[in-house]
């Protein structure tokens, strides 16, 4: 199991402390160096006051701060968790985490996904009802764009006239394309385009307010992971290729019940196929997370938990 850190600014309790450069830089210094594989952030350029009062949380714009923390550092992956990819132009978004896997020296991780809040998709000028559509639209874009960056795409409200001038990322042929959702549609786009699936497993309640299919448990996980690496053969790619990452639950180290669950979980996960895990940590303050950051390396990391 390899393990990413979610930014703790991404907690709804987090104070603004995690929003100023000498906390990014420690944050993903103590991540680097405990032995964490990847650092994410998500995108809400335009999110509600609703949403932030009903559990959202501080948000910055992952390319601009995944591209900050790639300066202080040298071997962990920079992941955005999930890009929106409906909200932008394709040539904006191709630009923008062109420009992050460049400067990274090839450490970008583009998890992408269709969106949910209503209220931002409004903010953004960018109709709701079309976010599915304009997903497929701007991912086969995207794909296009990195494959061959001269030849034109043309789209939705876009079209490049002619032949385009554009850097190619570093790694080639194109960064990890991840995507996420639980979604007929989203198992679909990661068979076609992607090589990582971040399934969403949560309560159907939950599942249902950020408008996708439920997984619910383990099992139900297996069962769609199963027919995952089933088309993925169907369409002559390797099952065994695919990065499958999911949430480790939420606990703390001075509570033994909550930690020893939070293990068997991720033993669970990993004996039906995923490989990777996204972590929270103590959000309660910079100091906290550094500490609680440290401490999981060295009782997850380095002894290998979830290696099932």
């Not at 400067?103 to 976010?131: I, K, N, Q």
């Not at 043309?154 to 554009?166: D, E, Q």
């Not at 190619?168 to 194109?174: G, I, L, M, W």
Request: proline content about 7%; some cysteine; hydrophobic content about 45%.
């Amino acid at each position: 199991m390899r393990y990413t850190l979610e930014y703790p600014s991404e907690l709804p309790s987090a104070p603004d402390d995690f929003l100023e450069p000498d906390v990014l830089r420690a944050v993903a210094a103590e991540a680097e160096s405990a032995g964490f594989s990847a650092i994410a952030l998500s995108d809400h350029p335009a999110p509600s006051h609703k949403w932030r009062r009903n559990g959202g949380h501080n948000t910055l714009d992952p390319v601009a701060a995944l591209s900050f923390m790639a300066a202080v550092t040298t071997r962990i992956r920079l992941m955005t968790n999930l890009y929106v990819l409906p909200f932008r132009n394709p040539y904006l978004a191709a630009k923008a985490l062109t420009s992050l896997d460049l400067v990274s020296g090839g450490r970008l991780t583009a998890g992408v996904g269709a969106g949910y809040l209503r209220s931002e998709f409004s903010a953004l000028g960018v109709e709701f009802a079309d976010r599915a559509r304009l997903f497929d639209e701007a991912l086969d874009a995207l794909w296009s764009i990195w494959m061959d960056p001269e030849a034109p795409v043309s789209g939705t409200g876009f079209a490049a006239p002619s032949t385009v001038w554009l850097q190619k990322p570093a790694q080639r042929p194109h960064p990890p394309i991840w995507i996420g959702g639980n979604s007929a549609a989203a198992l679909r786009r990661v068979v076609e385009y992607g090589s990582g699936w971040m399934p969403i497993i949560a309560p159907r309640p939950m599942a249902s307010t950020i408008r996708t299919a439920a997984i619910e448990d383990v099992d139900q996980f297996s069962a769609a992971l199963i027919r995952l690496r089933r088309r993925f053969v169907e369409e002559e790619r390797d099952p065994a290729a695919l990065d499958v990452q999911v949430v480790c639950p939420h606990f703390g180290f001075d509570d033994e019940t909550s930690l020893r669950r939070a293990r068997r979980r991720l033993d669970e996960f990993a004996a039906a196929g995923a490989n990777w895990a996204v972590v929270h940590v103590d959000g309660s303050s910079p100091e906290a997370a550094i500490d609680f950051i440290r401490t999981f390396g060295e009782q997850f990391i380095t002894e290998g938990v979830g290696a099932a």
